[in-house]
């Protein structure tokens, strides 16, 4: 049974850091895509960041270049999400995911809410 597991959301003044935390398990994920989603309510659920497992190479969208980095920690086998500067437009649920063909996977969600 393939899970991903999100951990470290939670509260933060503008300007403050999070550092988000993805376990998966179930499955060798050395050739998936995995990434960092979000969404707030109202909106359209958006992609973060990713990283191809394997190789490491990484994507972020426009919003949070500069501010956020995501990465693998291969000794923990998590891909993290560090934010940095964040701002009120931040504020979302966070999810993890895993992608590869035809495989699609989704974490539980994790509440990131930023005070200005």
């Known amino acids: 049974q393939v899970q991903l597991v999100e951990s470290g959301g939670g509260l933060v003044q503008a300007g403050g850091s999070l550092r988000l935390s993805c376990a998966p398990s179930g499955r060798t994920f050395t050739a998936y895509i995995m990434g960092w989603y979000r969404q707030a309510p109202g909106k359209e659920r958006e992609m973060v960041a990713r990283?191809?497992?394997?190789?490491?190479?990484?994507m972020y969208a426009e919003s949070v270049k500069g501010r956020f980095a995501i990465s693998k920690d291969n000794a923990k086998n998590t891909v993290d999400l560090q934010m940095n500067s964040l701002q009120p437009d931040d504020t979302a649920i966070y999810y993890c995911n895993a992608r590869h063909r035809e495989f699609n996977y989704w974490g539980q969600g994790t509440q990131v809410t930023v005070s200005s």
């Open positions: 990283l191809s497992w394997s190789g490491g190479t990484t």
